[in-house]
């Protein structure tokens, strides 16, 4: 959406969710890892790591392990307020650059009946997803209100990113 072109490459870095860190720490600690674990690898590149994390009561819903679980996260998120937080980190160690920051977003659901946390589930699999839901699918219905950027709800803040990239001489962007 920024006419940047990128390959995705997934790093083999692993999260644990009991680390001693608050959301905002976490969440750039692994945008940080994952990136420098590529960096590594492509020394003479510019390399994007993310992660994406929802809070509900200060507690990390991760993707869920089964259909189960998932129903319980959306019963949990059910007519509530979380906040989605991702963390992004820009590294190219031959330049020797490396910002990391963050953006928040806060989301708020109608009510959900059990019907549609199951039509949910059973048709869109959101196994793959934190908080089992996708925000760009059809769940958005079921969304009453973002205090925030939109596409850090899906996984990337663009805007905050973009204002980022714009300190490296259009190395990265090609409009400033």
């Known amino acids: 959406m920024i006419d940047i072109e990128f390959e995705v490459i997934p790093s083999s870095v692993h999260e644990e969710f009991n680390i001693d860190l608050n959301n905002e720490e976490f ?51 059910s007519g509530r307020t979380h906040t989605v937080y991702t963390g992004v980190s820009l590294n190219h160690l031959n330049e020797k650059i490396s910002d ?4 928040q977003t806060n989301v708020t659901f109608n009510k959900l009946s059990d019907s549609v946390i199951y039509y949910y589930i059973e048709t869109y699999k959101p ?15 079921n ?15 663009l805007a905050t990113f973009f204002s980022h990239c714009k300190k490296y001489d259009n190395s990265i962007v090609r409009v400033s």
């Open 127 to 141: 196994l793959d997803k934190a908080g089992s839901y996708g925000i760009q699918d059809w769940f958005s219905v």
């Open 143 to 157: 969304v009453n209100r973002i205090d925030g950027c939109f596409y850090n709800v899906m996984g990337f803040p």
């Open 27 to 77: 969440v750039q600690h692994y945008a940080r890892e994952k990136s420098l674990d590529i960096a590594a690898k492509y020394p003479d590149h510019f390399v994007i790591g993310a992660d994406t994390i929802v809070v509900l009561d200060n507690k990390i819903l991760g993707k869920p392990k089964d259909e189960t679980e998932s129903y319980k996260m959306l019963k949990s998120l």
């Open 100 to 103: 990391t920051f963050f953006e």
